[in-house]
């Protein structure tokens, strides 16, 4: 007989997606509920025995009301499917001081739906116990700890019971991570205590990627995010995990998750190119024009000031917004140094082109509009003299 478990974390919801317009925004926080429900799906169709989500559930401590409502309904009818939810706080969603006081996923232990584990003392870690014929499955949680300085390494204190031993943390573990450089900043536990601690599996939420390895027996696991959040993730393949748990050990699988793709599109610039717009023109073709995706186009090189000149940034938004559902431009261009020598001896300070833009308006006008733009152009070179004066 085997307890089949499911293990997500850094679900991320009502997350704000700040550099997107207000509808697209909306359709994000939508995008990670349909994350989330797919989980759903799968615990309810396989009557899974436990579904651990390990901290950052919601990106905020106050999030907002639909998407704790649509989290209260799925885990509620989760639950009366049979299956026992388990919940830990992450950086995201822990309250950092008094004012708050309290996780916004505590409504579910509030409401009897879920075990949330929300202490973050590691003297002191608590435990539930699941039994399914006769045997036990003990699920220890410890929230992150918002309250330790960066670096402060955390050694949980288990209270070890009879039966499957699980532990669900958020932060980082020393060298699960071999391909990028060691993070060992929040809340981090030393790979010594995995491999001490004896447990079946190690439930970790914080790393975005998905990361596994096994130590000394016990499989330690970050399931990743559910969605690529941000634009480092976009060569992710985001899942969730699914665990058998038996005495001959665990066994897991990666279940991937359908999500929105997000891309970037290196575009290397430099002084041969007569046409920047053109150039862009050419390379993002009606060919790949998919209105579900996020394109980031990204503009790298050291041009002169003219070549510069060719790039329209506004107009090529414009032209792309409605081939994806959005499109970003970040111009990482440099100009060469003697080019940016040659603007600084330009005397068009903003002062006389200030001056200069409003005479031309001011010819044009007359009666009270004129006075009104009379009066501002006192005003304005008024404050922009000063202006000069500090500099
Ligand atoms: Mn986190």
């Known amino acids: 007989m085997s307890f089949s478990v499911v293990h997500t974390a850094d679900l991320h919801l009502d997350r704000n997606f700040s550099y997107l317009s207000d ?202 995010s559910s969605e690529k959040m941000t634009f480092n993730e976009e060569n992710d393949k985001k899942c969730f995990v699914h665990l058998e748990i038996d005495n001959s050990g665990v066994d897991y699988e990666k279940i991937p998750l359908k999500i929105r793709d997000i891309k970037t599109l290196n575009v290397q610039v430099d002084d041969s190119i007569e046409n920047i717009d053109q150039m862009i023109k050419n390379k993002v073709s009606f060919n790949n024009f998919n209105p579900e995706l996020i394109l980031r186009l990204k503009l790298r090189g050291n041009i002169r000031y003219d070549t510069y000149n060719t790039l329209h940034k506004a107009k090529l938004y414009d032209e792309y917004i409605k081939n994806y559902f959005w499109f970003i431009i970040e111009d990482e261009l440099e100009l060469d140094n003697d080019e940016l020598n040659k603007l600084d001896k330009l005397d068009n300070n903003p002062y006389t082109l200030f001056e200069s833009r409003m005479n031309e308006k001011i010819e044009k006008l007359y009666g009270s509009d004129k006075e009104k733009h009379e009066k501002a152009l006192e005003l304005g070179l008024n404050v922009l003299s000063q202006v000069n004066e500090e500099n």
């Open 23 to 224: 509808d697209k925004a909306y359709a994000r926080k939508e995008d990670l509920l349909n994350a989330f429900h797919q989980i759903v799906d799968f615990v309810l169709e396989n009557k899974v025995d436990a579904l651990l989500i390990s901290g950052d559930t919601f990106d905020k401590v106050l999030p907002r009301n639909p998407a704790k409502v649509d989290f209260v309904q799925k885990i509620r009818e989760i639950k009366e499917n049979g299956t026992n939810i388990f919940i830990i706080g992450g950086n995201h969603d822990v309250p950092k001081g008094s004012k708050h006081g309290i996780m916004a996923v505590e409504i579910l232990s509030a409401a009897g739906l879920a075990n949330v584990f929300g202490g973050c003392d590691a003297e002191n870690v608590s435990f539930k116990t699941i039994v399914k014929n006769n045997e036990k499955l003990n699920i220890h949680g410890l929230s992150f700890n918002p309250f330790l300085l960066p670096e402060t390494v955390i050694t949980p204190k288990i209270n070890f019971q009879e039966g499957y031993n699980v532990l669900m943390i958020h932060g980082d573990l020393e060298g699960i991570n071999s391909n990028e450089k060691e993070n060992m900043f929040d809340n981090p536990i030393k790979s010594s205590f995995v491999e001490q601690a004896n447990l079946d599996y190690l439930a970790l939420g914080h790393y975005h990627n998905f990361a596994e390895k096994e130590y000394d027996g016990t499989i330690a696991c970050y399931s990743g």
